[in-house]
């Protein structure tokens, strides 16, 4: 488990996350290079997305006035909380 603002949460991946869900990135998992691409993208540890969509094999954040598709394999690498 992460500390994340005094209090215990339990990262899920974004994969999981309901459409209309706002979460907030706890870790990126898969290695230096997925993290940097995710960096890239605007998806740092601590930003809040929020899930605009879901579809069969994507998932659709919005970040700011960014919306963004992710592949489900992306979308499993990034580990969330719930706000």
């Known amino acids: 488990?992460?500390?994340f603002d005094g209090e215990q949460v339990k990262p899920f991946p974004l994969a999981l996350a309901q459409e209309g869900e706002?979460?907030?990135i706890v870790r990126h998992?898969?290695?230096h290079e997925i993290?940097?691409?995710l960096t890239d993208l605007g998806l740092?540890?601590?930003s809040e997305?929020?899930?605009s969509q879901r579809l069969?094999?994507?998932v659709v954040v919005i970040r700011g006035e960014t919306r963004l598709a992710l592949g489900a394999g992306m979308a499993?690498?990034?580990l969330v909380a719930q706000l």
């Open 1 to 3: 488990m992460d500390a």
């Open 22 to 24: 706002r979460v907030r």
């Open 29 to 31: 998992t898969g290695g």
């Open 35 to 37: 993290e940097m691409r």
């Open 44 to 46: 740092n540890v601590g």
């Open 49 to 51: 997305v929020l899930v």
């Open 56 to 58: 069969a094999n994507q």
């Open 76 to 78: 499993q690498k990034i």
